[in-house]
């Protein structure tokens, strides 16, 4: 089993790699000390478990399990962390198992056993994002790399076969995520235009008929128009006038 310890306090880490040499067949193959980190280190090593502390400077422990449960193939996360009020928000980041520090050595080893049976079954299980869980960034895997994009700096999203691919302050990139799940996570945020794009909604500028009939959108920041739907018209006027 390769393991990945997340904790901003060394002394934390140093704990838990103790704990695990003393557990049968456990390889530790990374250490980080904050979310960003994490899933660097994650995207790199593709491990079976993540030690995922909570309280993190930064991205913490909850966004850092849910850009996670998108990885293939996912890792199980246990949460270790020093307060026990996190635990319904981690169960909904669907952690396998929360670990209250002092982390305990039988204790531990239970959470072990845990991972290897979701690990029999990972196939089999769907990663979902329940509502009210909005993520601040989006996560580009780039060849055993990855990306992080802040929501804020991203103009729009637009489908393209199985990927999409985002717009952003700095460029493009892609991301293996449906356009509806984006939609349903960042509605507040985004609006549709097109079965196959959803724009930031402060992107817009106007709404303009072309020679041929067809509507298009004008961003605030430059680049090609976009085109709109006929059935998402009327409701983005509506959008436009509330700007």
Not at 56 to 78: K, N, Q, S, W
Not at 141 to 146: A, V
Not at 163 to 179: A, F, M, N, P, T
């Amino acid at each position: 089993m390769k393991v990945v310890i997340v904790d901003d306090e060394p002394l934390a880490r140093d704990r838990l790699r103790e704990l695990l040499a003393a557990q049968p067949g456990v390889e530790v193959v990374a250490e980080a000390g904050d979310g960003h980190a994490a899933l660097h280190a994650c995207a790199e090593h593709d491990p079976d478990l993540v030690l995922l502390d909570i309280a993190m400077p930064g991205i913490d422990g909850l966004e850092t399990a849910r850009h996670l449960a998108a990885f293939e193939p996912r890792p199980a996360v246990v949460f270790c962390t020093a307060f026990d009020a996190h635990a319904l928000s981690a169960f909904d980041a669907q952690a396998i198992d929360y670990l209250v520090k002092p982390v305990r050595a039988e204790r531990l080893a239970a959470a072990l056993e845990r991972v290897r049976t979701f690990a029999a079954g990972r196939d089999q299980v769907a990663a979902t994002t329940r509502p009210g869980q909005r993520r601040t960034h989006l996560c580009a895997r780039l060849r055993g790399s990855l990306r992080l994009i802040p929501i804020e700096d991203v103009r729009y999203l637009q489908a393209e076969e199985k990927y999409v691919v985002v717009h952003h302050v700095r460029g493009e990139d892609l991301i293996e995520e449906s356009l509806k799940s984006l939609e349903e996570e960042f509605g507040e945020r985004f609006v549709r235009i097109h079965r196959n794009c959803l724009v930031a909604r402060h992107e817009i500028l106007e709404l303009k008929r072309t020679a041929d009939g067809h509507v298009q959108a004008l961003l605030r920041h430059g680049g090609q128009p976009l085109e709109v739907s006929r059935r998402c018209v009327a409701s983005l006027r509506e959008t436009v006038k509330h700007l």
